[in-house]
């Protein structure tokens, strides 16, 4: 058995307001490991204590100066730390210190963490689309849209915030199994490089489960219900097929 090393345990007398103490916990420490070796490489959340994919969650690394920064592509250096895509969840990890717990240091939590990892998984969900545009994976208007579904190519749709119900029940007739995307009209225009975008879609495979992973990640920490967004979990697995 790998033993751990002690728990530091830091005077925070002269710590920031926002910085966390040090609290021993070792269920905590055990959680924070990269791999969690009894659940084959799937990651535990330090605040549900449950057990998932790692593209599906939210890592984080502390910096060398003790600042707690989200690393959403799981690539930076460093002991990584998982929560579950949710908001509830990443504040309760916030006002309960249990970045610190994990970290087994005092860390600080930036006041604007929530507003950077949503914009950095809005920004993931843009280049998702995009990297499929490139590749001749994707493309939108309704017409076209509509083509594809029909042919049987499509892994999920995309549609814009406000997108009217019926009109989108009529591009999936015959398709109603395929996971809709929702997202705000910028963002579905921003990513097919036009002014304005209604609908899109991209084909089945890799990259459509991987938008799926990003905007369910993305709706985990948006700021109140997305209107028009259901529940695609089971949608992920068949878009890559």
Excluded at 41 to 47: D, K
Excluded at 173 to 200: D, N
Aim: overall charge positive.
């Amino acid at each position: 058995m790998r033993l751990l090393p002690p728990t530091r345990r830091c005077d925070t007398s002269d710590t920031p307001d926002n910085a966390e103490s040090v609290v021993t916990d070792s269920a905590l420490d055990q959680d924070a490991v990269e791999v969690d070796r009894g659940h084959g490489g799937l990651r535990r959340c330090i605040v549900t204590r449950s057990h998932a994919a790692p593209e599906t969650m939210l890592r984080f690394v502390v910096s060398p100066d003790g600042i707690v920064t989200p690393d959403l592509s799981a690539r930076l250096p460093g002991r990584g730390i998982w929560l579950s895509a949710r908001r509830d969840v990443l504040e309760t990890a916030r006002t309960r210190h249990m970045f610190s717990k994990a970290a087994r240091q005092a860390v600080q939590v930036p006041d604007d963490l929530d507003a950077v990892i949503r914009a950095g998984l809005e920004q993931r969900v843009i280049e998702s689309v995009t990297l499929a545009r490139r590749a001749g994976q994707a493309l939108c208007g309704f017409t076209k849209c509509r083509e594809w579904i029909v042919a049987r190519k499509v892994g999920a749709v995309i549609q814009s915030f406000g997108a009217s119900p019926d009109e989108l029940a009529r591009l999936l007739s015959g398709a109603r199994e395929l996971p809709v995307a929702t997202i705000p009209a910028g963002m579905l225009a921003k990513a097919f490089g036009r002014e304005h975008a209604v609908y899109g879609v991209v084909a089945r495979g890799a990259l459509a489960r991987r938008l799926l992973i990003e905007h369910e990640r993305f709706l985990g920490l948006a700021e109140g219900p997305v209107p028009g967004a259901p529940d695609m979990r089971a949608g992920v697995e068949q878009a890559g097929k």
